[in-house]
């Protein structure tokens, strides 16, 4: 009887909460963050160097624009071997090599006397390690830590190139705007370097490998065995989804989201800016004011992303950015003033708001191989941004404006916002999806 009235007594005693721990896989996101952010120093340089290599080396506009448009091209094509790496090799290894071969190729450009080299570094090597580090990486962690949250977790991850434009371009045009370059391609190189010691320390491969559940999972899942043959498997992945309609729809319109972002307000922005009279600095400012803003429009487009139908969220992201570049040549004036303002935040909140809904979407048709098929799709979206980089260039070149290729682009991002709505879904396993 005692030794029961003891037992009753105990199990009586009031117990203290448990404190609820943080899944790993945050911790992995905030990594995965730092590493894009670290990686997204060297997309905030392209469009402020153009002026300066011009006028050192007297360079045409073309000839610099080539050198974007193969950073931006590989940035895309990489991508999706950039994926098929991480299933055989791990994305700790893979990203880590990434982020030394970009540090490599802007500490190259310190040196270099003829455009070739600018090719080589500019546009081969970085190119090639900033695809590694594209937004595949960023659908493979989310693929990976979490079965909940996804679109949120895309939007983080996608904001991080936002926040590292917001970071370096105003310490880099400072610097080229007093005419050192050289300086602003060292720090770049730097902040690559700089966080190579976060991924190989920090970053894990697989919830598996910390014996944890992906974030809101049920069971446990297993860590997949390597997957051989890397190039192969991206291959057959792109041949596997051409023979399907949503893929051709949602090549077709990322590429004209990065022919509408990364190659044409990115590559272009300040030197139109400066054409009509306003100082580098100020136009560079203007461009991390839209880092800003793309942070908040990115984030909560996963939020939205996690509620409504992605075909529609993008119908409207690409209407609304099609009507704004229709009003910036309008906009463009020696000083900042308030309609350019207003240009500016309601430009930034679309950025790449469009990534949350595009991967959901190819998660929705794609499956298991929906992070190597974003990979394709991701391609797409820099081959937009390499042609119209280059073509903004030659344009300037030849009619010594822009106007062109601003109405330009907001005619495709009305094309885009169309064939999004065509965009066919298919059943999730929670029931049927409505159309």
Request: aromatic share 10%; glycine share 8%; with cysteine.
């Amino acid at each position: 009887m005692t030794q029961t009235t003891e037992a009753t007594a105990v199990d009586r005693t009031p117990q203290k909460p448990r404190r609820t721990r943080i899944h790993r896989a945050w911790f992995v996101v905030a990594v995965a963050f730092v590493t894009i952010l670290g990686a997204a120093a060297f997309r905030s340089l392209p469009g402020l160097l153009i002026d300066p290599l011009h006028q050192e080396f007297g360079w045409s506009r073309s000839t610099i624009a080539a050198a974007v448009s193969i950073n931006l091209a590989l940035y895309g094509l990489t991508a999706p071997f950039a994926a098929a790496l991480m299933d055989r090799f791990g994305i700790r290894r893979v990203v880590a090599a990434a982020l030394t071969v970009i540090a490599i190729g802007s500490g190259l450009t310190v040196w270099m006397t003829a455009a070739w080299q600018l090719l080589l570094c500019w546009g081969l090597l970085v190119g090639l390690g900033t695809g590694s580090m594209a937004l595949a990486f960023a659908a493979t962690v989310t693929n990976r830590w979490f079965t909940e949250r996804r679109g949120l977790v895309t939007g983080i991850l996608t904001a991080a190139s936002a926040s590292g434009q917001l970071i370096f371009l105003p310490v880099l045009s400072l610097m080229v705007e007093a005419g050192h370059w050289r300086p602003a391609a060292v720090t770049v190189a730097l902040a690559a370097l700089a966080v190579v010691p976060f991924v190989w320390l920090l970053l894990r491969d697989h919830p598996a490998d910390v014996g944890l559940n992906p974030y809101g999972a049920k069971e446990f899942v297993p860590k997949p065995e390597p997957v051989p043959g890397a190039a192969r498997r991206a291959v057959t992945v792109l041949f596997k989804a051409a023979r399907t309609g949503p893929f051709w729809l949602l090549a077709g319109t990322f590429a004209i989201c990065g022919a509408s972002t990364n190659g044409l307000i990115q590559t272009h922005f300040v030197p139109a800016s400066h054409d009509h009279g306003m100082p580098i600095t100020a136009a560079a400012s203007l461009l991390a004011v839209i880092g800003v803003f793309d942070v908040v429009g990115t984030i909560a487009s996963g939020w939205f992303t996690d509620r409504y139908e992605p075909r529609r969220l993008l119908a409207v992201y690409y209407a609304l950015r099609g009507i704004s570049l229709l009003f910036l040549p309008m906009l463009l004036a020696p000083s900042v003033h308030p309609p350019m303002i207003f240009f500016i935040v309601f430009y930034g909140l679309d950025w790449v708001a469009t990534v949350p809904p595009t991967v959901a979407l190819c998660r929705e048709q794609y499956g298991d191989d929906s992070a190597i098929v974003f990979g394709w799709v991701l391609a797409s979206h820099q081959v937009g941004a390499a042609l119209v980089a280059f073509i903004g260039g030659v344009v300037r070149d030849v009619s010594g404006s822009y106007d062109m290729v601003w109405y330009a682009s907001g005619a495709l991002c009305a094309a885009a916002a169309l064939m999004a709505l065509v965009i066919r879904r298919q059943p999730t396993a929670d029931g049927p999806v409505a159309a």
